[in-house]
């Protein structure tokens, strides 16, 4: 991973700290860009609901049997022993760990061999982890950890949007305000599904463009979008070039 | 899981053998939340809001108060997370809430919790809770408080079904949390049935209990267009050949 990488990916990520920040799409790119720098196979974010589980609210694909690897942490896997601990988890060989039995099973079916956790630190809270799995049985090298560690922190401030975290209700309404807005996009994943004929992770990909490409939040289009009061066009069918 | 089975069992205890309703989840509130005060407002779509119950006279005031003020924190639920005040005496609230705040406080209030009922673009309500000395929740208060605001969503959802007295109501499934599918099924429904989301999902969870099947299988297999909801709430087709 080139320093100058790693330097873009900072200045791209803090230049969306701004006015009209974008807490889920921020949050997105953040987990792609996991993938790139870490050079891992998938990444994904889960966050305290402020009970008793975590729930995933990023990832860098939308596949949904990745989605659905992800959320069977809510009480077995690295991201809980993450959360509960505050300490990164990492299983280079989860066949041979003997760790999380269901978990392992699942990651298996979806190719995945070797898993690694970081938490989201707030001073001394943890409100979630950055989840990384890779097809290879390999351990992830410390200096990739730390900028796995180094972007984990980047997603808390984001999600805190720089705010004055004094009081804990302003992270506790951020939080709620984070995982309200992760509903919402699944709701309009499956509104424009169900209108374009899409599969749900192609209609994500829908749904992030027409955000982009209007200037609009990605959890404001997702409401309009379930109310009805947005529609978006089908995509328009690639052209075919050279 | 633990949290749940003993916030229900309290509220079933405060039901006494009757069907529970809002006003046992709110009794429970007053007593593990440390408010002294609770209201619940019911949203559902166009529907005028209507405050369905408070535990007191002050807080019918203060439900009234805000809707002819069109002012206060439990005003419009955002389509977000909670809103937590802590003093509403504060010169941050009273340039917020200018004629509210300072009602309030003459009337014994300095605390306001407001958690509002949804599931992402499915506006069920909001629980306000509210108490007569300062201070935020701490940790285990918000995590019972979001709880408690989960069954209350729980019981607006089952309306109109009411348990045959005598009987416990069944144990209430999280509907909020979890899986993607859900979520996603919901966003095809509107688009199937021509109805809001909130409807959508009543739609769905009746289908679920029609058929004694998890909300989220049933969700899949409508994800998977395996099963088609008819008109009619509590039937459907499968999808298999005439």
Known sequence: MAETQLADVFVE????LVDEFDVIDFLHVLTQ????????SAAGLLLTDQQDTLQVVAASSERTRLLELFQLQTDQGPCVDCFRTGQPVSVSDLASAGRWPRFTEAAAEVGF???????MRLRTEIIGALNFFHTDPVPVDPERLRVGQAL?????????QHRAIRRREILAEQLGTAL???ILIEQAKGVLAERLGLAVDEAFTVLRSYARNHNRRLS???????????HIPPPAPAVPTG | MDRRVRLWSQILAYGNGRPVGVGDVCAAALATVGVDRAAVTVLLDATPRETVYASDQVTVDLQELTLTLGEGPGLAPPATGPVLVSDLATPESLVRWPVFAPAAVR???RAMFVLPLLVGAARLGVLDLYRGTPGGLRPEQLADALALAEMTATLLLDGADPAAPGAPRRWPERTAAQHPEVHQAIGMLTVQLGVSAAVALIRLRAYAYAHDRRLRDVAGDVVARRLRLAAESGTGTDGAAP
């Open chain 1, 220 to 230: 404001d289009l997702a409401e309009a979008v379930v109310t009805g009061a947005v």
């Open chain 1, 33 to 40: 860009r996991c993938v790139e720098l870490l050079g891992v």
């Open chain 1, 180 to 182: 309200n807005s992760r």
């Open chain 1, 113 to 119: 061999a070797s898993v690694h956790a970081v938490p």
């Open chain 1, 13 to 16: 990520l803090a230049d969306t």
């Open chain 1, 152 to 160: 984990a922190d980047v997603a808390t401030i984001g999600l805190l």
């Open chain 2, 107 to 109: 009337a014994g209030v």
